[in-house]
């Protein structure tokens, strides 16, 4: 086991302290960079977003101690290490409790927030559901608030392929795709229900990979039965396809990401990875096996996923350890294979992982969320930055042809007792002659007749009548064989 303990104190910034246990690397190589923000209060959430003009931005919510109810959007941007540049606490108009769904840069660097919550002094609570576009500099350009008789939510939110915003969520009763220009307009909506007796849901959202373009959303029944099916939306919001998808309703899909070459998608759903074909069809899934350094194996909760320059992936997550949720992360082939992986421990509390980004340039892994019983109050948020895995390749020993070597008489009548061998090239060693059962009955040292056209010649003697394999090796160790029969 391998140990770290690093402390960092700056402005608004303490080290999160992690004792790494790390699987055949040293841990100096490993854990790069880690950071915590927050303050005496609590801070959730932990989303990321990479930032065009560098470094990141980390979002969640926070609240004071005590039981005031007086919940903002926190908003930290960082440097490429993590360091902070400033810092932000955002009053959200309704909002006295705030809980970020997710997070999206556009191609001007504005982000977009999909957020939820309400007004806790006030009876009867029912999620409310606010996007708050921000400029570069975290300043408000606008909120969009939707308040309907039933509780509004996102629940996906990514960059359309014209550079426009796409969501789903449930707004005003019913589950929603939706499309929303960084001006605050809404170019297209399209509410979607299961079927004629349930409402349902729509959560996971992606985008097709093809030249065919659209969106894929999951939509799966809310109140009976374990259905759940893909629907296809164009660019302007109308199904034109629908794609059964088997397993249980409540099975939801996270990070879903298209593979290179229209060669499918692949996501995490309950913990695990799941692959589909171009089709969408299921090809397999995928637990992540993890062996602590002390020998208790688990699994790693997959949570998300990304592509790595070199063709394999990273996921993030978590594993239930040392009394708590602790962080999780592992390098993957395409075929759901763990090529590296580790945890990083800490005690007291749970570690939530809820933002993945690989490193532009180095490939190495940042990752984000939040800590239940952070160093700074009650809840803080934190960053970390891991180095990137080197896979060493294993390829083995090439394996040199096995060569016919001429033997005759063959096979070796009764009568006869003496074996003639020929082989296309000198042999070094000697020449071995085995049974059945692999055991060496008789051997002769090679000589340099092996090569002539009278061959080299074997005395057989007392060789009993049987099946046997002739073996001799050349200088360039090509393996020269001859099948005997004895009679």
Same mark, same amino acid.
């Given at each position: 086991?391998?140990?770290?303990?690093?402390?960092?104190?700056?402005?608004?910034?303490?080290?999160?302290?992690?004792?790494?246990?790390?699987?055949?690397?040293?841990?100096?190589?490993?854990?790069?960079?880690?950071?915590?923000?927050?303050?005496?209060?609590?801070?959730?959430?932990?989303?990321?977003?990479?930032?065009?003009?560098?470094?990141?931005?980390?979002?969640?919510?926070?609240?004071?101690?005590?039981?005031?109810?007086?919940?903002?959007?926190? *908003? %930290?941007?960082?440097?490429?290490? #993590? &360091? +902070? /540049? !400033? =810092? @932000?606490?955002?009053?959200? $108009?309704?909002?006295?409790?705030?809980?970020?769904?997710?997070?999206?840069?556009?191609?001007?660097?504005?982000?977009?927030?999909?957020?939820?919550?309400?007004?806790?002094?006030?009876?009867?609570?029912?999620?409310?559901?606010? *996007? %708050?576009?921000?400029?570069?500099? #975290? &300043? +408000? /350009? !606008? =909120? @969009?608030?939707?308040?309907? $008789?039933?509780?509004?939510?996102?629940?996906?939110?990514?960059?359309?392929?014209?550079?426009?915003?796409?969501?789903?969520?449930?707004?005003?009763?019913?589950?929603?795709?939706?499309?929303?220009?960084?001006?605050?307009?809404? *170019?297209?909506?399209?509410?979607?229900?299961? &079927?004629?007796?349930?409402?349902?849901?729509?959560?996971?959202?992606?985008?097709?990979?093809?030249?065919?373009?659209?969106?894929?959303?999951?939509?799966?029944?809310?109140?009976?039965?374990?259905?759940?099916?893909?629907?296809?939306?164009?660019?302007?919001?109308?199904?034109?396809?629908?794609?059964?998808?088997?397993?249980?309703?409540?099975?939801?899909?996270?990070?879903?990401?298209?593979?290179?070459?229209?060669?499918?998608?692949?996501?995490?759903?309950?913990?695990?990875?799941?692959?589909?074909?171009?089709?969408?069809?299921?090809?397999?899934?995928?637990?992540?096996?993890?062996?602590?350094?002390?020998?208790?194996?688990?699994?790693?909760?997959?949570?998300?996923?990304?592509?790595?320059?070199?063709?394999?992936?990273?996921?993030?997550?978590?594993?239930?350890?040392?009394?708590?949720?602790?962080?999780?992360?592992?390098?993957?082939?395409?075929?759901?294979?763990?090529?590296?992986?580790?945890?990083?421990?800490?005690?007291?509390?749970?570690?939530?992982?809820?933002?993945?980004?690989?490193?532009?340039?180095?490939?190495?892994?940042?990752?984000?969320?939040?800590?239940?019983?952070?160093?700074?109050?009650?809840?803080?948020?934190?960053?970390?930055?891991?180095?990137?895995?080197?896979?060493?390749?294993?390829?083995?020993?090439?394996?040199?042809?096995?060569?016919?070597?001429?033997?005759?008489?063959?096979?070796?009548?009764?009568?006869?007792?003496?074996?003639?061998?020929?082989?296309?090239?000198?042999?070094?060693?000697?020449?071995?002659?085995?049974?059945?059962?692999?055991?060496?009955?008789?051997?002769?040292?090679?000589?340099?007749?092996?090569?002539?056209?009278?061959?080299?010649?074997?005395?057989?003697?007392?060789?009993?009548?049987?099946?046997?394999?002739?073996?001799?090796?050349?200088?360039?160790?090509?393996?020269?064989?001859?099948?005997?029969?004895?009679?």
């Amino acid at each position: 086991m391998a140990i770290q303990l690093c402390l960092f104190a700056m402005k608004r910034i303490i080290g999160f302290c992690w004792l790494i246990l790390l699987l055949a690397w040293p841990a100096k190589a490993q854990l790069l960079q880690q950071r915590v923000y927050g303050s005496a209060g609590e801070e959730m959430g932990g989303y990321i977003t990479a930032m065009q003009s560098g470094g990141y931005l980390v979002v969640g919510s926070q609240s004071k101690a005590g039981p005031q109810a007086d919940g903002r959007l926190f *908003l %930290v941007r960082t440097n490429a290490l #993590g &360091d +902070t /540049l !400033w =810092t @932000r606490a955002r009053k959200l $108009p309704h909002f006295t409790s705030v809980q970020v769904r997710a997070v999206c840069e556009n191609a001007a660097g504005q982000v977009l927030v999909a957020t939820s919550g309400g007004d806790r002094t006030t009876g009867g609570f029912i999620d409310e559901a606010m *996007l %708050v576009l921000l400029t570069p500099q #975290g &300043d +408000t /350009l !606008w =909120t @969009r608030y939707t308040n309907g $008789p039933t509780g509004d939510f996102y629940s996906s939110l990514i960059l359309g392929n014209d550079g426009n915003f796409v969501l789903t969520g449930s707004l005003n009763t019913f589950p929603q795709w939706l499309k929303i220009s960084s001006a605050g307009q809404v *170019l297209a909506q399209t509410n979607i229900t299961y &079927d004629a007796t349930d409402i349902g849901n729509v959560t996971a959202l992606f985008k097709e990979n093809s030249s065919r373009g659209g969106y894929w959303v999951l939509n799966s029944k809310g109140v009976v039965g374990n259905e759940r099916k893909l629907l296809h939306l164009t660019e302007t919001g109308v199904v034109d396809q629908v794609k059964p998808l088997y397993g249980r309703a409540s099975s939801f899909l996270n990070s879903v990401l298209p593979m290179p070459v229209q060669s499918g998608y692949l996501a995490c759903q309950d913990g695990r990875l799941i692959r589909f074909n171009a089709a969408l069809d299921t090809l397999w899934t995928r637990l992540l096996p993890y062996t602590a350094p002390n020998g208790f194996r688990t699994y790693g909760s997959a949570r998300l996923v990304r592509p790595l320059p070199d063709g394999n992936l990273v996921v993030a997550g978590g594993v239930y350890a040392n009394s708590g949720t602790r962080v999780y992360l592992s390098k993957v082939t395409p075929t759901g294979q763990v090529l590296r992986d580790t945890v990083l421990y800490r005690t007291g509390g749970d570690e939530f992982v809820n933002g993945l980004e690989v490193e532009a340039g180095t490939g190495n892994y940042v990752f984000s969320g939040y800590a239940t019983q952070g160093p700074l109050g009650l809840a803080d948020l934190f960053f970390g930055r891991q180095a990137a895995w080197r896979t060493l390749s294993t390829q083995a020993p090439a394996r040199q042809p096995v060569l016919a070597l001429a033997a005759w008489p063959n096979p070796v009548g009764a009568g006869q007792s003496q074996l003639r061998v020929r082989s296309g090239q000198p042999l070094a060693g000697e020449l071995v002659l085995r049974d059945a059962l692999g055991r060496t009955v008789r051997h002769w040292p090679a000589t340099r007749a092996v090569t002539s056209t009278e061959g080299q010649a074997l005395p057989l003697g007392e060789v009993p009548a049987g099946l046997y394999l002739l073996t001799g090796t050349a200088p360039d160790g090509r393996r020269y064989v001859a099948r005997v029969l004895r009679e």
